[in-house]
């Protein structure tokens, strides 16, 4: 059911018993409608006082073996165990863990340095062509020192050491250097690389000093290497099964969840307090998922203190267009949501900008496939059936008003009739956010002093367009005026002759204001011309080049006006939405309702991150 009112929810409260908690939270995150937010009371305890101490040693743990645990279970609940009992047996089985797993983890991670020494050692001889020492004796022959050098890197890299014999070798991990000299030489070169986060390579065990086959003794270690890491990892694995860790972090994760929301949340000996937001039209849910969940509990609703989220009542359709008033904010109790009203006068602002009933056609296309994957393309639907109306009306076509009859007018043939539609459609826009805000001072119950506050002004700005085409209806800006000073007051409701001259001013201001934004409309008109000479220019010059390049011209040329003209087109409706027609009522006072989310996943032994 359409509705221009967003709901307020309700205050809810929830006593259950602390074994249950788990339970209940649980079943309060999987009905999607309600918002947790504590109310303390004195004299009450908090609910998981053991977590923080949990967690300060499951920090510990997490950050020597997060990489190699599993991936978490899906999401499990507490059951009935106590949960100070449950966090317990949740550390105990991490340490186990640590200690079955401990000895293979540290050859896992030895094979790993080994894997990496071995990766530069290859990079160096690809890059010198081979062993860069080969057949050279270690010592001897006024050879008194010798060393093999990797700075990482892109940069640059000369080493100033003077007295050596150094050959640089570009790789893909940075720069080799081969060096030979005297051992002091030698130090100093040492030092310098050292500044610069250079390393010395020694020649691993297994690989032969006269360099013969180097590359092929390599490659064969590092396979050798690969095995014994994945026989590592499925020895961890095999563990991690065993002692059911999965199911151990999916508690964790479990857990955590739980300190997010229950931060706050406290209660007796015995019993806690839930208590928060809820949806009202979720409530028998709600309900429903606490019977579900087995758990000992009792729901009460209530209006509660101020201040009550909202949540917008839109059907899946209009979504989309609640991005125009999100960019404000949420509207509060007795607010209009706009977002109907914008459904409605959007589309039409942009098929009257972009009336082509092919890049329309277009538009619809990239919406329907987008809408997934970024919800904001969904707005060129209805934008795109719109401007295949309008280009149906304007006789264009990909650009060309040469396929099909225009069944109102060529924009450029009749430019101030386009400028005077867009004008009306301004009027119209303005008018009905006068009439939105006259809508909430009747829910506020205060409609008579919206009339004696905004009444003449309306009549005014009525009278000015109207002696457009009756020039005596200018009278009316006359009456408007008197209207104001008559309805004149303080904030006490009194008169006085501070309160007409707030009233004059705000007069005045408001006048203008409509007047000014019911000429800033103009630009959809204008930007309905721009893009008919923009296409009339495409055209022109494909039927100039002709043939297949005049194709080609045309195509790119319509490329061009979708990407181009529909960014601007898109950013022009957003400034007129928001700057001429929000302002007339919408105030955005109001707060999101966000509900309360399930627990995550818990850890991947990809990353160590929880996911």
Known sequence: MLSLRPRATRWFEVITTRRDLGRVMQALAETGAVELEAEPLEGVQPVLPQLDGFFAEFAALEKKYAGYWPQAAPAQGVGDEEPAALLDAILHRLRLWGERAGPEIAESQRLETDAGELELWRDLVAAAGGYPFAGLPSGGAGILSRGLFHVAGEGPVDPATEGLLIQGFRGRSGVFFAAIGEARDMGALRSELAALRGKELSLPGGL???????????????????????????????????????????????????????????????????TGWIDPDGADKVAAGL?????????????????????????????????????????????????LITALITPIMFGYMFGDAGQGAVLIAIGLWGRKRMPLLALLVPGGIMAVVFGLLFGSVFSREDIVPALWLHPLHEPLTVLGVALAMGIAVLLGGVVLDAVQAVWHGRLGAWARESGGTLLAYLSVLGAFWQPALIWGLAVGLAWTVAGARDAEGRRSGMAVAGALGEFVEVLMRLLVSSVSFARVGAFALAHAGLSAAIVGMSDAAGGAVGLVILALGNVLIIALEGLVTGIQITRLVLFEFFTRF??????EFHPLDLPDQGYSSRNGEVT
Do not use: Y
Request: glycine share 10%.
């Open 291 to 339: 019977e579900g969940s087995g758990a000992d509990t009792v729901l009460s609703l209530s209006a509660g203190p101020g201040g009550a989220p909202m949540v917008l009542s839109n059907p899946a359709w209009l979504k989309p267009f609640e991005f125009f008033p999100r960019l404000l904010g949420i509207p509060g109790s007795g607010e209009a949501d706009p977002s």
């Open 208 to 274: 032969p000093e006269s360099g013969e086959g180097l590359a092929e003794r390599i490659e064969a270690l590092l396979s050798e290497n690969a095995r014994a890491q994945a026989g590592a990892r499925a020895r961890i694995a095999r563990i991690s099964e065993e002692m059911a860790l999965a199911d151990v972090l999916s508690r964790v994760a479990l857990f955590r969840w739980l300190r997010q929301h229950c931060a706050q949340m406290q209660g007796s000996d015995w019993t806690l307090r839930i």
């Open 586 to 591: 919408f105030k955005a006072s109001g707060r």
